[in-house]
C-alpha cells in the first residue's frame, strides 16, 4: 500500500493517462485498463457477505466509456473520473491508483506497438 499524492497526472494521448509519484516512480497506463479497474461499487459488483454480486450486461461496451471527460480531485486523498459514457462514480484513491499503474504500467515495446497502431488508424 502507497498511499503517495502523485506529483502529477496527465494525458500525454487522449488513450493514455501518465502519472509521477515523488518516489520517482513513473507509470502510463491506457485509459481503458484505467477504466476497467474502476473501483466503484457499480463496476466491482457489490460484495454481500463475501460474495461478489456483478449487475448483468455491466461489462459490455458502451461509446465513450474509454474516454476522459474529466479528473477532480476529491479532498486529499483520491481523484473522482469521469468518463465520456456518464460513468462518474469511480473514486480512485492514492493507493488505489498507484496499484493500477504498478499493475498495468507499459513498456516501451507497448507504447510503440500503441502509437503504430495509432498512425494505421489515423
Ligand atoms: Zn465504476
Not at 485509459?31 to 463496476?43: H, I, K, T, Y
Not at 493500477?100 to 489515423?122: R, S, V, W, Y
Amino acid at each position: 500500500m502507497n498511499n503517495q499524492i502523485p506529483t502529477s497526472i496527465n494525458l500525454p494521448k487522449p488513450y493514455l493517462l501518465a502519472f509521477e509519484w515523488p518516489d520517482g516512480f513513473r507509470a502510463v497506463v491506457t485509459l481503458q485498463a484505467f477504466r476497467d479497474e474502476c473501483p466503484c461499487a457499480v463496476c466491482r459488483g457489490e460484495n454481500i457477505m463475501g460474495t461478489t454480486y456483478v449487475l448483468p450486461g455491466m461489462k459490455m461496451f458502451k461509446p465513450g466509456m474509454y474516454e476522459l471527460n474529466g479528473i477532480n480531485s476529491v479532498g486529499n486523498y483520491a481523484i473522482e473520473v469521469g468518463w465520456k459514457d456518464g460513468h462518474n462514480t469511480g473514486i480512485y484513491s492514492w493507493d488505489i491508483l498507484r496499484a493500477i499503474a504498478e499493475k498495468h504500467k507499459l513498456n516501451d515495446d507497448q507504447l510503440a506497438e500503441l502509437a503504430k497502431k495509432e498512425q494505421a488508424e489515423g
